[in-house]
C-alpha cells in the first residue's frame, strides 16, 4: 500500500476526511505491507497492523450476550467477522480510547457483521479522547452490516474524534429488517470527528430511524454524511434521518450531507439537517432564571445531545456515556 | 425599592441600525407596591422588562436603575435573578430536553449559591412544587415535561407564575401575563401572584388592557407612550384608559 493509495479530499467519501494528507509523512507505516484490500483502507488498515493475529471470527448463537473489544494507542488493529445465527440476540460494545500517550497512534478496527433472519444485535461503540490538547492519533472504525429478514439491528455511537477519527457503518438489509442508529459526536478544539453511514433498503418492509447530534468548538471539525439507498425491491421502506449540529463559537465546523436515493415509489422516507448556534434567547430566559451563563449554555447543549440517546441503551452504560457528555461539556476547550 | 430615573435605551439587532425605544423613563416602585405600567403596542413596555433583567441586544444609554439602591445596569442577568428579580416573559421559551422540575430545581439551588445559601433538599422541594402546582390547578405529570416544550399559550403563562412561586423573588415583572389565558385561567393565575404580595416585594404589572387589573388590583398605574411615562395615577386610571383609549397620549407624545 502506497500513500497514493489512499482517499483523499478528492474522494467525494473521504473530501471532508482526508485521510492521504493524515498520513503524509508517516508513509513508513505503509511499507512491506499488504495492498488495498477490495474492502477498502479502513479494512486495508486494520488487516496491515493486525500484527499478524489474523482475523478474528465470533459466532453467537445464544441470547443476550455481550461482547466487549477495547483499543487504545499502540494495540493492534482489529480484523475479522462477526454472525448472529437466526434468532440469536447479543450486545457488542466497542471501546476505542484515545489516550495521548506516545504509542502508536493508529486505531483501525474492521468488521463484517451477518445478522441471520430475526437475530437482533446492539452495537455500541463509545469513541473517548482523553488527551490534553493535542493528539496524533487516527482512529478508523468500520462495520459492514447484512441483515437477514426479519432482523433488528440498534447502533450507538459516541465520538469525540482525533487528528482524525472516522466512524463507518454500512448497511444492506433484507425483508421486514429494522435499524436504527443513533450518535453523539463531541468536536473539541483540533479534533475531527466524522460520522459516515450508508444503509441499503434491499427488499421491502424495511424501518430504519437514524438521530444524530453533534456539537463543535472553536476548532474542531464534525463531519456527518448519511445515505439512505432505496432499491427497487425495497417498496414500503420506511426511512427517517436527522442530523443536527450546533456550532459552540466562532470557527467550529460542521460539515454534513444527508441523502437519499430512492428507486422504489412506494416509500416514505424522510430526512432532516441542522447547524446552528445554541438560541441566545433560551440562554437568556435561563439567565434570568438564575442560572449562569456557561451553566445555561450547557444545559441546553447537554438536552439537545441526550436527545439522541436511545431509549434501549441499558444503565450502567447510559450512565457512563451520560458522563463523557457532561465531562466534555465542563472541560473549556 | 426599583428606581428608574431618565432612563434611555435603544434596541440594537444584529442586523439594520439600532433605535431609541425609551426616552427618558423615570419610574419609582417603593417595596410593597404593586405598580401596572400600561401602553399601547410599541410605546416600550418589553424593552423596559427586557432592560430591567439584562437581555442582550439592549443598550442603555443614559439614566439609572437602581434596586434597592444598587446599580442594576451593571450586573449580569444571572447576578440580577440571585438578588430576587423575577420576569415572566410575554413569550416563554421553549427549552427541549429540559423537564420543568429539573430545571427549577437548578435555578433555584444557582440562586441560592450566589446569595451564599445551602442547597434545597430534595423532599422540600417536592413539597413547595406541589403546593405551587395544586395553587396554579398544574397538573403533576405536566412538570416532568420538557419545558414548555408543546404547551398551549395558556399553560406556558401558568407555568412562569410556578417558577415564580418557587422561586419566591421579591420584584415581580409581569409581562403581558394576561395573554393567552381565558377568564378562569388569568383569575388561577392572578390568585398565585396575589400570593406573593407583601411588605417586603414590589411588583410591575406591564399590561395593554385593564382586565388583568381587576384581578391584581395595583397600587399605582403608569401610562407609557413613546417611551416616557406620560400620566400616573391610582387604579381609577386604569378604568379610565379602559374607556377612552391611548389615543390621547399617542398625540401628546
Not at chain 2, 413569550?91 to 439551588?109: D, K, Q, S, W
Not at chain 2, 416532568?144 to 398551549?152: A, E, M
Request: with cysteine; net charge negative; glycine share 10%.
Amino acid at each position: 500500500m502506497q500513500l497514493a493509495d489512499l482517499p483523499s479530499r478528492r474522494t467525494e467519501t473521504w473530501k471532508w476526511s482526508d485521510l492521504r494528507a493524515a498520513m503524509a509523512g508517516q508513509e513508513a507505516v505503509l511499507i512491506g505491507t499488504g495492498a488495498m484490500l477490495a474492502e477498502g483502507p479502513i479494512a486495508a488498515f486494520a488487516e496491515m497492523l493486525g500484527d499478524g493475529y489474523g482475523p478474528s471470527e465470533l459466532v453467537i448463537a445464544g441470547q443476550d450476550e455481550t461482547f466487549e473489544t477495547r483499543m487504545s494507542e499502540g494495540d493492534a488493529g482489529q480484523f475479522g467477522s462477526v454472525t448472529l445465527k437466526a434468532g440469536a440476540s447479543a450486545t457488542l460494545l466497542e471501546r476505542i480510547a484515545v489516550t495521548g500517550s506516545r504509542l502508536r497512534p493508529f486505531l483501525p478496527a474492521h468488521a463484517r457483521i451477518t445478522l441471520e433472519p430475526g437475530a437482533t444485535l446492539k452495537r455500541i461503540v463509545v469513541q473517548t479522547n482523553a488527551a490534553d490538547a493535542v493528539d496524533a492519533a487516527l482512529v478508523l472504525n468500520e462495520a459492514v452490516v447484512t441483515l437477514g429478514a426479519g432482523a433488528t439491528f440498534r447502533q450507538f455511537v459516541l465520538g469525540q474524534g482525533a487528528r482524525l477519527a472516522r466512524i463507518e457503518t454500512s448497511v444492506t438489509a433484507a425483508e421486514g429488517a429494522t435499524i436504527e442508529m443513533n450518535a453523539v459526536y463531541l468536536a473539541a478544539s483540533r479534533r475531527h470527528v466524522d460520522l459516515t453511514s450508508r444503509v441499503t433498503h434491499a427488499a421491502p418492509g424495511v424501518n430504519t430511524r437514524q438521530l444524530v447530534r453533534g456539537v463543535a468548538r472553536k476548532g474542531g471539525r464534525g463531519v456527518f454524511q448519511g445515505k439512505f439507498l432505496v432499491e427497487r425491491a425495497g417498496q414500503k421502506a420506511d426511512a427517517a434521518m436527522q442530523h443536527n449540529a450546533l456550532l459552540l463559537g466562532e470557527g467550529a465546523e460542521v460539515f454534513a450531507k444527508p441523502e437519499l436515493e430512492i428507486y422504489a415509489d412506494d416509500v416514505a422516507c424522510a430526512h432532516g439537517n441542522t447547524a446552528g448556534q445554541i438560541d441566545e434567547d433560551a440562554v437568556f430566559y435561563l439567565r434570568q432564571r438564575g442560572l449562569p451563563d456557561d451553566e445555561a449554555r450547557a444545559m441546553i447543549t447537554r438536552a439537545f445531545l441526550f436527545e439522541a440517546l436511545p431509549s434501549w441503551l441499558d444503565e450502567p452504560l447510559r450512565g457512563e456515556i451520560e458522563g463523557c457528555i457532561d465531562a466534555w461539556l465542563r472541560a473549556s476547550s | 425599592m426599583l428606581d428608574l430615573k431618565n432612563l434611555h435605551a435603544r434596541v440594537v439587532p444584529e442586523d439594520g441600525p439600532s433605535r431609541e425605544i425609551l426616552k427618558g423613563l423615570s419610574l419609582h416602585v417603593p417595596a410593597g407596591e404593586v405598580h401596572a405600567v400600561m401602553g399601547p403596542n410599541g410605546s416600550g413596555k418589553s424593552t423596559l422588562s427586557y432592560v430591567l433583567t439584562g437581555k442582550h441586544g439592549y443598550e442603555v444609554t443614559a439614566g439609572s436603575a437602581t434596586f434597592e439602591g444598587e446599580d442594576l445596569l451593571v450586573l449580569e442577568p444571572e447576578v440580577r435573578a440571585a438578588k430576587g428579580l423575577f420576569l415572566s416573559f410575554q413569550y416563554p421559551l421553549e427549552i427541549a430536553g429540559v423537564p420543568v422540575m429539573t430545571f427549577v430545581r437548578a435555578a433555584m439551588n444557582a440562586q441560592r449559591k450566589a446569595r451564599g445559601e445551602a442547597e434545597v433538599s430534595a423532599p422540600d422541594f417536592l413539597k413547595l412544587s406541589k403546593a405551587a402546582a395544586a395553587r396554579l390547578r398544574i397538573d403533576p405529570e405536566m412538570l416532568k415535561r420538557p419545558l414548555n416544550v408543546g404547551f398551549s399559550g395558556g399553560e406556558k403563562k401558568r407555568l412562569e407564575i410556578y417558577q415564580m412561586l418557587m422561586l419566591e423573588p421579591r420584584f415581580m415583572i409581569l409581562d403581558e401575563t394576561d395573554s393567552g389565558l381565558d377568564i378562569d385561567a388569568l383569575k388561577v393565575v392572578a390568585d398565585g401572584v396575589n400570593a406573593l404580595r407583601g411588605p417586603g416585594r414590589g411588583m410591575l404589572v406591564i399590561t395593554h388592557y385593564q382586565r388583568l387589573l381587576d384581578h391584581i388590583r395595583p397600587d399605582r398605574v403608569h401610562v407609557l407612550s413613546a417611551g416616557r411615562i406620560a400620566k400616573s395615577g391610582g387604579p381609577e386610571l386604569a378604568l379610565e384608559l379602559e374607556k377612552s383609549g391611548y389615543d390621547q397620549f399617542l398625540k401628546a407624545g
